[in-house]
């Protein structure tokens, strides 16, 4: 069973910036490609940034490109979430996925598996 552990939310400041952590366990995660969603109250679950299993090749929502980075470490098998200048839209609960194979669309929700309980953040003007 392979479990997803996400943290660094929190409040930050519109403009300031925030790196976000999800730790994985188990021994393949270098196997897999991940991605970073989130859902706001009230919307439903949406695409912020995936990464391939190498991490050679990023994906990035329109709304975050530009400002937010994703990025993996196979050794710590750990996956990053840059946040920088974070804007009060970006307010929600960020959840890391893991995909349940290799190729495929990174932005689709049902190509996830694998979920953690999610981080909040909060972008205050």
């Known amino acids: 069973q392979v479990q997803l552990v996400e943290s660094g939310g929190g409040l930050v400041q519109a403009g300031g910036s925030l790196r976000l952590s999800c730790a994985a366990s188990?021994?393949?995660?270098?196997?897999?490609?991940m991605g970073w969603f989130r859902q706001a109250p009230g919307k439903e679950r949406e695409f912020v940034a995936a990464?391939?299993?190498?991490?050679?090749?990023?994906y990035y929502a329109d709304s975050v490109k530009g400002r937010f980075t994703i990025t993996r470490d196979n050794v710590r098998n750990t996956v990053y979430l840059q946040m920088n200048s974070p804007k009060p839209e970006d307010t929600a609960l960020y959840y890391c996925g893991r995909r349940a194979y290799g190729s495929g669309d990174y932005s689709r929700e049902v190509e996830y598996v694998y979920w953690g309980q999610g981080t909040q953040v909060t972008v205050s003007s």
């Open positions: 990464v391939s299993s190498s991490g050679r090749t990023t």
């Open positions: 188990g021994r393949t995660f270098s196997n897999y490609g």
